[in-house]
């Protein structure tokens, strides 16, 4: 069902309407007006909140042919985090009120945006209790095990990370201090489940990589 709200994305998408965002180019911040949502037709975008200490909590990435910021059709009229560009990234604005109208004709698509916005939910839930009970070695695994589904191309050299994270944003995600990601990292140099060239990883084991992930 998804395929459809794609279709009908693309659809509704002049070619050409889209803005390209630059690595590192902030495309909205936490706490500022929400009047739609966005529609990635390439590259990558991180959505992410702040601590405190303005550390950066990364939420989840979204690629292309994914869309965020959508929790405006849920009347959430200010943005509740913050979304930059990872790549260059095309991103393309859909006015929020003109999508609602779509929906109110076209259930099939509300039926869509709901359950995708469940998923997001239980993707949430899921990444709290791996926090809680998964120790560091094993979430460090799951996050290169998820890139490998979501954000690789097979090479000569191996499974690519096309995505380049710095240790700061992957300690992020996996929920642990910078110095304890770079230790676990170098741990999984030395055991041959990755190699870095050029600041892309290299997976070397996927099976491993998976069996230390559960």
């Not at 990635?40 to 994914?66: F, H, M, N, P, W």
């Not at 990234?89 to 109110?104: K, V």
Request: proline share 1%; glycine share 6%; hydrophobic share 35%.
């Amino acid at each position: 069902m998804e395929e459809l709200l794609n279709d009908y994305l693309l659809n509704t998408i002049r070619p050409g309407k889209g803005k390209v965002y630059q690595k590192g180019e902030v495309i909205y911040h936490e706490d500022t007006p929400s009047f739609g949502l966005y529609f990635i037709s390439s590259g990558t975008v991180k959505i992410y909140t702040s601590d405190a200490s303005g550390r950066e909590i990364i939420l989840r990435l979204a690629g292309q042919k994914d869309i965020f910021g959508h929790r405006y059709l849920l009347d959430e009229k200010t943005h509740l985090e913050s979304a930059k560009a990872l790549e260059e990234s095309t991103c393309h604005f859909i006015d929020g009120r003109d999508f609602q109208n779509q929906m109110e004709s076209l259930p099939h698509l509300r039926q869509i945006i709901f359950q995708k916005i469940g998923h997001e939910i239980y993707h949430y839930q899921k990444r709290c209790v791996e926090l809680m009970r998964k120790n560091v070695r094993e979430r460090l695994a799951g996050y290169f095990n998820y890139m490998v589904l979501n954000h690789s191309e097979n090479t000569q050299n191996g499974i690519k990370i096309k995505i380049q994270l710095s240790r700061e944003e992957i300690a992020s995600i996996i929920g642990t201090a910078n110095e304890t990601a770079i230790r676990f990292i170098s741990e999984f140099k030395e055991m041959g489940l990755i190699t870095e060239e050029d600041r892309f990883f290299y997976i070397k084991n996927k099976e491993e990589l998976i069996r230390l992930s559960q």
